[in-house]
């Protein structure tokens, strides 16, 4: 597979809507405002060799390597980080310039290895391509002295050399060949606001680090939870946050839709289970979404599945909840995906495929297509025009089309006739019911409890490394970071038990049990055990219990009162799932379906 190599112009655009006219190298040259001198001459097929600068990032100017020259200026400035002026003429290529190329090009190689022919980057090394660019054929300097190069120096250990760093799966990072052009850390703070690496020391010194602060961003917990939101996906609620008793509301979807609607909230996911094993809750469309593995007291959620006559599962890959699927549809990827995102600040993107699905069909295709079979008419043609229909009855939406997205780049909902590219800060001047209504919730403390026979407390969490169920990122080179769930333990709860570091141990809580391996860590706190649930055969949530609030059923998985004791190996529950998920994927692979 070979990629596609975008040009890089250096810096990046400007929006000035003024234009500056320059001369560069003799040609006239007519640009926005703001744009750099590097990137205007790139607009004439002229490349000012460069290494710190790439049109993806803000100007930073530290290689020294792009100067130029400015009739009727003093010096040689960076064309990174010089802005056009109208009437400049520029010079880029002269003798005084390719001789202070080549003298910091020298720099740079006298503290790097020579080993391109064996280096992985050879060919496609920006370092190699730039001394070919400036024609340096030797360089004055050895690296004898003082070098990052060597591991051994004049026979003695080289204090400024480092190994190479080949813990990440993703990248190798070897600090014998990094220029410190800071590329990688302006990276992480412009394109991934993570603010995770940092460059410590200065001059010879220099060195990529990790950062000291991370960068916190407000975000919900998956992609669009916000648009599933706002679209009515919870059971008591139409788009724009509409209760179905509004019988006005109500009407206008019956009027649209020509069907009639209930008025009764419908369930909520843990009362399906309930009604699915009581025989009166018959069938299920699942969407993106791993039930059998994330929600609690999976083998209550297991019995229901199971007792469904239909379950329908569409994802991206056979998950554990297409075990217990009659059918199962694949669903697109994001990459594959025409549509809209929102996020936690109500911002309406747009969603843009890259390729068109492998399977076939968009997501909202497959929906419909299912739709139509079951006797409906539907008839879209393309998401705007789903989109169309939610302007149309959600007020909240009114403005909002493709076109208008595609004008504005993304708007803030709601966005009516008060605010027709949508709002930012909503509630400036008050509320929308004169001071709005305070309503103070009571504390209702857990009704799980420790005692003689679970004196432990449980609590479950997530890793970064691993996507909630590891669904996707359990297929992935990210397993090497987190290949299994381990129970951590503190030293003196796991002394007492006679467990060692490593032990297959048993967790036990009124809802089940299951086994995995012991950590012994100071992480927590004695009577606390903590675990990970992203590997489908450790069965984290086997142990959790299915209680839950009052107000949103959101199960409770911070607080399961268990023992812990020493075991041989898995539980019975754990063997026949395994066996159960073998089969399953046995059919789907005999069938032709997916591996
Ligand atoms: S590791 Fe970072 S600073 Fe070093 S050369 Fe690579 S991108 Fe530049
Ligand atoms: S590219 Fe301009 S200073 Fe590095």
Redesign the pocket.
Known sequence: MSLIRETDY?TPVSKSEKNVTLTIDGQPVTVPEGTSI?RAAMQLGIQIP????TDSLT?F??????LIEIDGRNGTP????TPVAPDISVRTYTARLDGIRRGVMELYLSDHPLDCLTCAANGDCELQDMAGAISLRKVRYDNGGANHVFARNNGKPNAEWKPKDESNPYFTYDPSKCIVCNRCVRACEETQGAFALTIDGRGFDSRVSPGMSVGVNPLRGQNNVEGSCDMGSFPHEFPGYRHVTDDAVRHSFEEAWGAKLDNEPGLRIPNMFDAAVEGVFKGMYVQGEDILQSDPDTKHVSAGLGALECLVVQDLFLNETANYAHVFLPGASFLEKDGTFINAERRIQRVRRVMSPKNGYGDWEVTQLLANALGLTWAYSHPSEIMDEIARLTPAFKNVSYRMLEKVGSAQWPCNDASPDGMPIMHVNGFTRGKGKFVITEYLPTDERTGPRFPLLLTTGRILSQYNVGAQTRRTENSRWHEEDVLEIHPHDAEVRGLRDGDWVRVQSRAGETTLHAKITERVAPGVVYTTFHHPLTQANVVTTDNSDWATNCPEYKVTAVQVSPSNGPSEWQEQYRELAENSRRIAISAGAMK
């Open positions: 250096g590097m460069k290494l710190c600068a100007a100017g530290s290689c020294r390597l792009c960076a064309s990174c980080t």
